[in-house]
């Protein structure tokens, strides 16, 4: 859990582009669906990607880990990242 946030703030970070600060919608709805989705619906999300198995499946080991944050803190942890995409909008 330690390194989750850092790692959440390193991603929020490449995730906005420096020349407008506008964070890409994909980025957010993908870390949105690996704190929130069940696994199922995670892996339909990547399917979009075309992305190699070896990539999914280390996507799939991150949403194992993000599973076993309790609910509520993931909930927490997606409105910190609705509020930090707000404020990068400004």
């Known amino acids: 859990m330690k390194l989750l946030v850092p790692l959440l ?5 490449l995730g906005c582009y420096e020349a407008d600060a506008a ?5 957010v709805a993908d870390s949105t669906a690996c704190l929130l989705a069940t696994k199922s619906a995670f892996r ?8 190699p198995p070896e990539a ?25 990242l609705a509020q930090i995409v707000k404020e990068c909008e400004l």
């Open 56 to 80: 999914v499946e280390a996507k799939m080991q991150l949403k194992e880990c993000t599973d076993k944050i309790a609910l509520e803190k993931r909930q927490l942890m997606a409105a910190v």
């Open 9 to 13: 703030l390193v991603a929020l970070a």
């Open 23 to 27: 964070a890409c919608p994909a980025f």
């Open 44 to 51: 339909l999300a990547l399917a979009k990607y075309n992305a």
